[in-house]
């Protein structure tokens, strides 16, 4: 093993010695040369059967380069497509506001042979950059969504090595694609933590004191039915009343109030919405001795509307340490973005064996918007008048959508079909396929929600005997806020790259830190300025948190 390629693996090392050993076991790629520029760079050349490749400028590499980072803005996370000599990664890694560079190579041989003629140790000793190898699609889809923290990092963009893209065009496709997906995937999310960051993390601290109560568990159940307050529910609702009988019924929060119109009382409700217009809901309290499945992250008001709370943990950065600081709070799948999702999640969790599912139309059924005695009719009926009338309330509320497409049946059945309906849709029949049991959807006039038939087998024993409820608390509610409250203050400022600075940290800093990252997004969003430098941002989230914190420990007096 020559001196070169010894510098390369050891560099590679202190971050993937799964990978340097792969490479070092590797047969070098016998169409591998080296070659020298003009500028008397060196440069790898690809010989084949229809002539040689240089992977770089045959007149000066390096200018080469600088030209290819100057197309693309500074900052963000890099995903670079093809590695050569790594040229065109250096002035990435020259501008202090890159956060992180991933780069994508398909061939361990040519990974060898380029590692054997050159020096990339300074570019692969970066602790900002990562190199994968071979990566099958989901392997890149994780790989990048581990690594990019976009209120850290900024945009993500995908540069292509252009030489080596168009020598194995197949793969790198791929790479563009799985790129183009994670795109589409954190553009979503960051846009919800934009909206929504700052009520997560206000509503969970102020829900701690209430999360402090000893509840009954939620035993396991063989089978459960889960209503939506899709418009369908209405023609659904006598059938409902008989297949209920042996079932747990679980109603989301805004099905409650259209089954107790109609005299069916759930055996469980569930909600997540932050938002405080949940509290409509709620008007008519949850029944006495029905529990109320509550996200931390929900208005403390809603919780107040029952009498047997169970809070469960989201996935939210603030509610993830709670759990592991504060008390071990049960988890629900809600990366849905509904209700009826995190219901059938819920089933899910307590082992039930086939799930029936009721008035998920995820459709706006002859343009109705929700089942009667749903909150919105109320909520329309009272703000009616001589020149808004319900029936423009409600057209108002679909077209508030910037695409609606409508759908008709054979028998004249229509619908009204929006996208984000259509992505609730797919990721709940995507779910479908993870769960322990049978999603058995009943339709009525809404879209049809296709999901995977499942025999059903045994019953798990270790599913039988799990219940719903949260662990013990580790300390009261108070002293978490307080110890919290001192971890904030004691954080040192992070620096650009921010990314960098905050893996520098010590881990338990690291975590405080990544508590804030969805109320950070949020505050930009607030700020309007998308041009604040993230240390300073972070640096105006964890002051937010400070005053968020402190007032709840006053009112807790």
């Known amino acids: 093993m020559n001196g070169t390629l010894q510098r390369n693996l050891l560099a590679i090392s202190t971050t993937d010695p799964e990978l340097a050993g792969r490479i070092s076991k590797a047969a070098r790629d016998p169409c591998v040369h080296r070659e020298t520029a003009r500028s008397g760079d060196p440069i790898p050349l690809l010989r084949g059967p229809s002539g040689d490749l240089a992977l770089h400028s045959r007149v000066d590499p390096i200018r080469e380069a600088e030209r290819l980072a100057a197309a693309y803005p500074a900052g963000g996370f890099i995903v670079f497509l093809g590695l050569g000599a790594g040229y065109g990664i250096r002035p990435f890694l020259d501008r202090p506001t890159t956060g992180g560079v991933l780069v994508v190579e398909y061939s361990l041989g040519l990974l060898r042979a380029i590692l054997e003629e050159f020096d990339l140790a300074p570019v692969l000793s970066d602790r900002r950059v990562r190199l994968l190898a071979d990566p099958d699609e989901p392997t890149l889809e994780r790989a990048i969504f581990e690594a990019y923290i976009p209120i850290l990092t900024g945009d993500l963009a995908a540069v292509p090595l252009r030489a080596r893209v168009d020598s194995d065009p197949g793969n790198f496709s791929e790479a563009v694609d799985a790129v183009r997906r994670v795109i589409s995937r954190v553009s979503d999310d960051y846009s919800v933590q934009a909206f929504f960051g700052r009520r997560?993390?206000?509503?969970?601290?102020?829900?701690?004191?209430a999360a402090e109560t000893s509840v009954r568990p939620l035993a396991p159940v063989q089978e459960a039915i889960v209503t939506a307050a899709g418009p369908s529910l209405d023609g659904l609702a006598p059938e409902l009343d008989k297949a209920r009988k042996g079932r747990y019924l679980i109603a989301t929060d805004t099905s409650m109030g259209a089954l107790l119109a109609r005299g069916i009382v759930p055996d469980a409700v569930v909600s997540i919405d932050c938002q405080h217009i949940s509290y409509y809901h709620f008007l008519n309290p949850v029944p006495d001795g029905v529990p109320l499945v509550l996200d931390l992250a929900s208005p403390p008001s809603v919780s107040r509307r029952a009498r047997r709370v169970h809070f469960f943990s989201s996935g939210h950065p603030f509610c993830r340490f709670v759990s592991a600081h504060f008390r071990p709070f049960p988890s629900l799948d809600t990366s849905g973005g509904n209700v009826t999702h995190a219901a059938v999640s819920l089933a899910?969790?307590?082992?039930?064996?086939?799930?029936?599912?009721?008035?998920?139309?995820?459709?706006?059924?002859?343009?109705?918007?929700?089942?009667?005695?749903?909150?919105?009719?109320?909520?329309f009926r009272l703000r009616a008048g001589r020149k808004s009338p319900q029936e423009g309330l409600f057209a108002s509320f679909l077209y508030r959508n910037l695409q609606v497409?409508?759908?008709?049946?054979?028998?004249?059945?229509?619908?009204?079909?929006?996208?984000?309906?259509?992505?609730?849709?797919?990721?709940?029949?995507?779910?479908?396929?993870?769960l322990s049991g049978e999603l058995i959807p009943v339709r009525g006039s809404g879209v049809e929600i296709r999901v995977p038939?499942?025999?059903?087998?045994?019953?798990?024993?270790?599913?039988?005997?799990?219940l719903f409820a949260p662990g013990r608390a580790t300390c009261t509610a108070r002293e978490f806020l307080e110890s919290y409250r001192d971890g904030l203050a004691s954080l040192p400022e992070l620096s650009a790259p921010s990314i960098l600075s905050l893996r520098n940290l010590p881990p338990e800093k690291q975590d405080l830190w990544t508590t804030l990252l969805p109320a950070a997004a949020a505050l930009r969003k607030g700020l309007g300025d998308e041009r604040i430098l993230q240390p300073e941002l972070m640096e105006r989230t964890r002051v937010w948190a400070l005053e968020i914190v402190s007032a709840e420990l006053e009112a807790g007096l």
Do not use: C
Not at 200 to 209: A, D, G, H, I
Not at 349 to 378: E, K, Q, V
Not at 415 to 429: D, F, G, I, N, S
């Open 405 to 434: 497409d409508r759908e008709s049946d054979p028998d004249g059945t229509f619908r009204y079909v929006t996208k984000p309906l259509q992505a609730y849709r797919q990721r709940l029949e995507a779910f479908a396929a993870t």
């Open 200 to 209: 997560w993390f206000s509503n969970t601290v102020r829900n701690l004191y």
């Open 453 to 466: 038939r499942i025999a059903a087998g045994p019953v798990d024993s270790s599913r039988r005997l799990s």
């Open 348 to 379: 899910d969790t307590l082992g039930a064996r086939r799930i029936f599912l009721y008035g998920a139309d995820f459709s706006y059924p002859r343009g109705a918007s929700y089942a009667r005695g749903t909150y919105i009719h109320r909520y």
